[in-house]
């Protein structure tokens, strides 16, 4: 193996967890490209077996909650005056580092009638009206 090959090798194995025999034999077939190399690999990997084990299927499925809360946004406002407006994971550890500040907030905006929304990227919606239904 050259220099020039064993750096594409190099790059592909800091990019992705892949063994020396297997970066060079996506070099070989791609015919030395590392852009299609790290492609392949990649869908490789991505298409490869269900996780096992507790662990591991609690990573997957924390994954996913991570990636749904950041999609997912808070928008508490009054009127059409926005007052805050964050994904879903914010508000949820900034509600896990001060647990009372974020529940006498949300009593705040409640009694002030302000409306809290969930708001998701595709536009799907719930909102909780202050103190208009109490």
Known sequence: MTDPELE????????????????????????????????????????????????GKTRLELGRLWKEGNSTRVRISRGSRLFVDVPVTVGLVAAVVAPSLAAAA??????????????????????VDGMSRV
């Open 106 to 127: 949300a009593l705040a905006a409640l009694a002030a009638d302000c409306r809290l929304s969930l708001e998701k990227d595709m536009g799907s919606r719930a909102v």
């Open 8 to 55: 594409k090798v190099e790059a592909i194995r800091r990019r992705l967890p892949v063994s020396y025999r297997e970066a060079r034999t996506a070099l070989e077939a791609t015919g030395g490209d590392l852009i299609e190399a790290l492609a392949r690999l990649e869908e490789e990997l991505q298409v490869g077996e269900e996780p096992k084990g507790f662990l």
